[in-house]
């Protein structure tokens, strides 16, 4: 029957929290009756001490007495009132005092009393306080008369030999019963405490041998068990699955570590199921990564030649273009004259053929661009005199659209180390682009500061602006412009190569634009920022 009570977990615990409860209950109880006693004890022997000092004070206070009742015996009886017999009487009010503050303590502890025999004995000394009390109160009243006799000092005395023959012997055996009785509660205590610690030590003793024998006879096995599904466990999280775990006894851990098999047995089939499944996302993710690959083949191969066809076609119009450029050099030699009209129309020609030639260009340098085979030509110039030439090449094409091309005046001490022609082309861009995009009267503005190390260059114009979800694709090649928003001329790489460029020379540019339908003025601001050279490159070496 034992032996199926404990097959159970919760019998077990069960036995080990009433134990655990009943050591803890038995030793509350022995602390508390411990306490008790001493408590009682202390109380008794701090009751003793007082009445003892109080008693010392009645010794001291009846002294104190007898010394002024001696001096005023020594005033003439008709004198009243002197400091002698005041003091007398003040000394006697003390010691009344003294005696009902004793017999009010002596009465408070014989109250908590519960034995008979203490009780006894505490109203034994009450008898004996109450008789020294009588007795000094006969004192008083014959040392009245005796001040009131003829012979006062005499009288005084004599009355004093009397009540000391008959006060002493009494005060000093109850003092020293109260000085017996503080002793006993001393031994008393010490003894208590003694024999605490002993019982104590023998009470965790047995209390350590209880849960030794309670751990062997119900505790080892379940920490045993506990101790094996943690190692099963820990060996299933480093993947040995097939971890298994022995089932002994008949109770709830018993149960839980059946169920741990089954869940591991589980566990085995999923994982099992998960690799093959993993096996099959492998081959699948290798046929698309296959795939992806030959679509960025294919792209590559588009791209190659879209780059192609570029050089083609620049090269095939650069080629024309030079033979152009040349009939009109000759042309207009000093040697054969032409008619006015006739070299009006040449200079027409070279100027669109120029201009048309900075087109190809373009087009060649975009196309050298995307395989890294165009090198700057960097030098230190003025960006004074880089926009003066920007205004006096773009000056023509801003009149013929009825724009005012402005260029500000406050840089003229600022100079960069950068590719001149590169720049130039750049800023002739974006300068056809604000004149492109403007309406007639209005005005173009290039400005140029410094901030900082960086040289700070600003294309402003007040045209139509750019619409706020078209801005983050300005910089991309071959982007011209959503159908319906912009009017998408020209071949979408002026801001691209312009932004290649300005990277080129370690620089970033920025555009900011406004349609007018957020409240501000229309118009675009296309931003580049150079880095300034370093301070032994000065304005001398520039100019």
Known sequence: ?????????????????????????????????????????????????????????????????????????????????????????????????????????????????????????????????????????????????????????????????????????????????????????????????????????????????LAVALYHLLGRSLVNRVSDVSAAAAAIARGRSDTRVNVTGHDELSLAMARFNRMAVHLARREARLVAAQKQLQEIVDARTAELRAANTRLENVDMARRRFFTDVSHELRTPLTVILGEVEITLRPQRPREEDLRAALLVIQSRARRLHRRVEDLLRIARSESGQIELDRSLFLVSDLLAEVCEGMAPVARAGGLVLEADEGAESLAVDADHEWLRQTFDGLVANAVRHSPPGESVRLAARREGSEAVIEVRDHGTGIPPDELPHVFQRFWRGSAGTREGTGFGIGLALAKWIVDRHGGRIDIESSTGDDGRRRGTCVTVRLPLPLPEMTLEAAQ
């Not at 004995?121 to 005796?146: G, H, K, N, W």
């Open 1 to 209: 029957m034992g032996r199926g009570l404990f097959s159970s977990l919760r019998a077990r615990m069960a036995l080990l929290l009433s134990v655990a409860v009943l050591v803890t209950a038995a030793s509350t109880f022995a602390l508390v009756l411990a306490l008790g006693a001493v408590s009682a004890q202390l109380d008794r022997l701090v009751s003793a001490q007082s009445r003892l000092e109080l008693l010392s004070t009645i010794s001291g206070r009846i002294g104190d007495y007898a010394l002024l009742a001696l001096q005023a015996g020594h005033e003439p009886p008709d004198a009243e009132r002197t400091p002698m017999r005041t003091g007398r009487k003040l000394a006697a009010d003390r010691a009344r005092e003294s005696f009902a503050r004793l017999e009010e303590t002596l009465a408070a502890y014989v109250g908590r009393l519960v034995g008979e025999e203490q009780r006894t004995l505490m109203a034994a000394r009450s008898r004996t306080i109450a008789r020294l009390r009588a007795q000094f109160e006969v004192l008083d009243r014959q040392v009245d008369r005796a001040l009131a006799s003829e012979e006062p000092a005499t009288a005084a005395r004599v009355a004093l030999d009397v009540f000391a023959a008959g006060f002493g012997a009494p005060l000093s055996q109850a003092m020293e019963e109260e000085r017996t009785t503080a002793l006993d509660a001393y031994n008393q205590v010490r003894e208590l405490r003694e024999r605490t610690i002993r019982w104590g030590l023998i009470g965790v003793a047995l209390a350590c041998l």
